[in-house]
């Protein structure tokens, strides 16, 4: 794991674009095809920004999957996963395939399905974030860090849930859904290379414990201290409690 401190997001997320393309970049030279995972959220904006921009990206040569989704949200709600990935990502470059996941009805079903064909698609570049309580993906604490399937049904803790009403998703909590597909933890650390943006200031007690705090389930983003090719992009507020690596 390495980490990387910027003096603000607007560095951060373009360091993490333009390396993000750089690993996918040698990845199209080496195989000629790549396969990347992508996340959601406010960490995410500044990154997805440049990397829609970076030059020399052949997209019709790359798979998309998605990280996760909430349960019973329909696409045009604005806080729908595949809405926000469509409209910042997908409409914007002409990526070969992209594998939305659709929790609108038959979720345990779509788990199987795109689990299927993500088995067939070795990940080269994860783009993750790490979540208030210190989630990864929508692996809420205590994560499973043992089952091997792709993806599964989560329960959303309290703090996951008020973390994306104060981000402006939702108007009420009693809105925000207690359930959400989600990759696994094993899946995520599966890939080649992990790029983890994670900004501001009310993520700092997270990213303290998942850098300089045993790795445990109960901070599931700590296990990227375990991946010899995860890079994590922070700026100088979400670093701000680090001693280790300021």
């Given at each position: 794991m390495q980490v990387k401190i910027f003096s603000s997001r607007s560095e951060l997320g373009q360091a993490?674009?333009?390396?993000?393309?750089?690993?996918?970049?040698e990845t199209l030279r080496t195989k000629g095809f790549a396969n990347v995972i992508l996340a959601t959220g406010v960490s995410q904006f500044e990154m997805l920004e440049t990397l829609v921009r970076e030059p020399d990206l052949d997209w019709?040569?790359?798979?998309?999957?998605?990280?996760?989704?909430?349960?019973?949200?329909p696409i045009t709600h604005p806080a729908s996963f595949r809405k926000y990935l469509k409209e910042r990502f997908a409409d914007k470059v002409p990526v070969?395939?992209?594998?939305?996941l659709n929790g609108e009805h038959d979720a345990a079903?779509?788990?199987?399905?795109?689990g299927e064909i993500l088995k067939?698609?070795?990940?080269?570049v994860a783009?993750?974030?790490?979540?208030?309580?210190?989630?990864?993906?929508?692996?809420?604490?205590?994560?499973?860090?043992?089952t091997e399937e792709p993806y599964l049904i989560v329960n959303l803790d309290p703090a996951c849930r008020r973390q994306q009403l104060g981000e402006g998703w939702f108007k009420t909590l009693d809105e925000v859904p207690k359930q959400a597909i989600s990759m696994s933890?094993?899946?995520?650390?599966?890939?080649q290379a992990i790029i983890c943006a994670c900004p501001d200031l009310r993520k700092?007690?997270?990213?303290?414990?998942?850098?300089?705090?045993p790795v445990s389930n109960m901070v599931p983003s700590s296990i990227m201290q375990q991946h010899p090719a995860a890079i994590i992009y922070l700026d100088k507020d979400s670093a701000s409690l680090l001693t280790r690596y300021q």
């Open positions: 993490a674009g333009k390396d993000g393309a750089r690993l996918i970049r019709s040569k790359i798979a998309c999957f998605h990280l996760d989704e909430y349960v019973g949200l070969k395939e992209f594998h939305y079903g779509e788990c199987q399905r795109v067939k698609h070795p990940i080269d783009f993750v974030g790490i979540g208030e309580n210190g989630h990864l993906a929508f692996n809420d604490p205590p994560a499973d860090f043992e933890v094993r899946q995520v650390m599966k890939s700092a007690q997270a990213v303290k414990a998942c850098l300089e705090g």
